[in-house]
Structure formats: structure tokens, C-alpha cells
């Protein structure tokens, strides 16, 4: 079992919390019928996951722990939403009869679980011959920027290692096809997709929240205590994100890969 490398800081969940269908799964759009019951392994905060109340009959939202899971069902109640239901699961095992869905989705939830081909392997389980598993995960190695600050190679290079030690693969999204194949799915489209932040507005987002996630979040806690980095490291690193953010001709590219795999 890996260990989730950001935690659930606030500087974590104002990132998460602003995903929808329409920027983190747009490839799934196409099979999001009407009556599909619908499986969101590692809800998060819900944002997508009250997204697809809104489209498919019914939701479960699925997370590690209670604490976890309150955060997608709070969303879900502030909405009125009465077409869902909360399970804490774990990927690797999860409690559901075989053939339980139509649809099993998971965004950037197999770059950290300890075994993603075991992770598909039951997800693929609980799926009707002929639906469909989803899965959407960041590849770290592929993110890309400029101005090239070297803080902010530190700051990749200092999550890698973050993750790894935690047992997950941030560099996941070039993955997800062969994790799929070895989990036995043999009709598998991959694609991908980015998150590029160059407006004023999107610079000042994205680089205000790592400025602010490199020194209050779990990650900042694991560095620190794990004698990776520094307080005095992390805090040139949340001074060069603030800096990116100011740049004018600031440009950050955030690559994804997806897969729909046919079970």
C-alpha cells in the first residue's frame, strides 16, 4: 500500500477541487451515458465525481479513509445530490461483486497505489463485459516550463524522489497503456492531454499554490523530515514559483495520459 504523497492540505485541495469532465476527462465524455452506474475510484474532493452525477445514473465515489471520503460527500450534499453513494475501498481489493458497473474511472490515482496492474486488474473485475475502465494520470518526467528556473528542477527532482519513496510512479502517464496490457485488457485506446497555464490569472494560480503547497502541505513535511530538502531549500523554491507566476512570458505544460480499456 503506497503512501498519497500530497496529503489533503488546503494547498492541495484548491488544485483538486477545481477539476470537472471538461479538463480532466474529456476522453471519457463520449461513454458517459445516461443510466450508467459509474465507479470513482479516489474521489478526492468530487468535483469531477458531482460532475458525473449530473450525466450517468448513478455514482460511487470511492476513497482511502473516512477523512478522505467526507470531502466528496460534503461536495455532493451542498449539492442536493441524491444519485450517489461513498465507500472506503482499496484499489488493490476492492468489495464490489464482479460485473457491478458500467464505467470505472480513476484520475491520477494509479501514479499512487503500490501495484497499478493489480489496481486494473480489479477494476477491470467489477466492470460489465463491454464496459468501460478509465484511468488519467500526470507524467512528471514529461512536465515542462519557462522561464527555466533551476529551483523548479529542484522542485520536480525533490517530488520524484518524494513519491517513489512513498511507493507510487509519478512518471505514470506514459505508463498507463502498458499497465493495462500486463493487467490482462487487450482492447485499450490510449491518448493524452495537457493542462498549460500562461495567462496572467492561470500563472498566478498554479504558481501560488505550489509557492504555498512546497512549504505547508504533507510533501513539505516528508522533504523536510526525510532530510531530502531543507526549510531553507523549500523556501527558495516557493520564492521561484511566485516568481514564475510574475513572469510575463511565464508557460508551464502539465502532459497526462489516459487509457479507455475495454473490459
Do not use: C, K
Request: negative net charge; charged residues 20%; glycine residues 10%.
Amino acid at each position: 500500500m503506497a503512501t498519497y504523497t500530497h496529503g489533503h492540505h488546503e494547498t492541495v485541495l484548491r488544485s483538486h477541487s477545481t477539476r470537472t469532465i471538461a479538463n480532466s476527462a474529456e476522453y471519457l465524455r463520449p461513454h458517459l451515458v445516461s443510466g450508467a452506474r459509474l465507479l470513482d475510484v479516489g474521489a478526492g474532493p468530487g468535483s469531477i465525481t458531482v460532475d458525473f452525477a449530473g450525466v450517468v445514473g448513478h455514482v460511487t465515489a470511492t476513497e482511502i479513509d473516512e477523512n478522505a471520503l467526507s470531502l466528496s460527500h460534503a461536495l455532493a450534499t451542498s449539492r442536493g445530490l441524491t444519485n450517489l453513494d461513498f465507500r472506503v475501498e482499496d484499489v488493490h481489493s476492492l468489495s464490489f461483486a464482479d460485473d457491478s458497473f458500467d464505467i470505472v474511472h480513476a484520475h491520477q490515482v494509479l501514479q499512487h497505489v503500490g501495484d497499478p496492474v493489480q489496481a486494473l486488474r480489479e477494476m477491470r473485475r467489477v466492470t460489465v463485459p463491454g464496459g468501460v475502465v478509465a484511468a488519467r494520470d500526470a507524467d512528471y518526467a514529461g512536465f515542462a516550463w519557462f522561464p527555466m528556473l533551476p529551483e523548479l528542477d529542484t522542485w520536480l527532482d525533490l517530488y520524484r524522489r518524494a513519491a517513489r519513496a512513498n511507493g507510487g510512479e509519478p512518471d505514470a502517464g506514459r505508463r498507463l497503456l502498458a499497465w493495462a496490457r500486463a493487467a490482462g485488457f487487450d482492447d485499450v485506446t490510449a491518448t493524452g492531454s495537457a493542462w498549460t497555464y500562461a495567462t496572467p490569472e492561470d500563472r498566478a494560480w498554479w504558481g501560488g499554490m505550489w509557492a504555498d503547497r512546497i512549504l505547508e502541505s504533507a510533501l513539505a513535511r516528508q522533504l523536510v523530515d526525510g532530510g531530502m530538502a531543507t526549510g531553507a531549500d523549500l523556501r527558495a523554491i516557493s520564492e521561484a514559483w511566485t516568481r514564475w507566476a510574475d513572469d510575463g512570458d511565464g508557460w508551464y505544460l502539465v502532459p497526462h495520459g489516459e487509457i479507455i480499456a475495454r473490459a
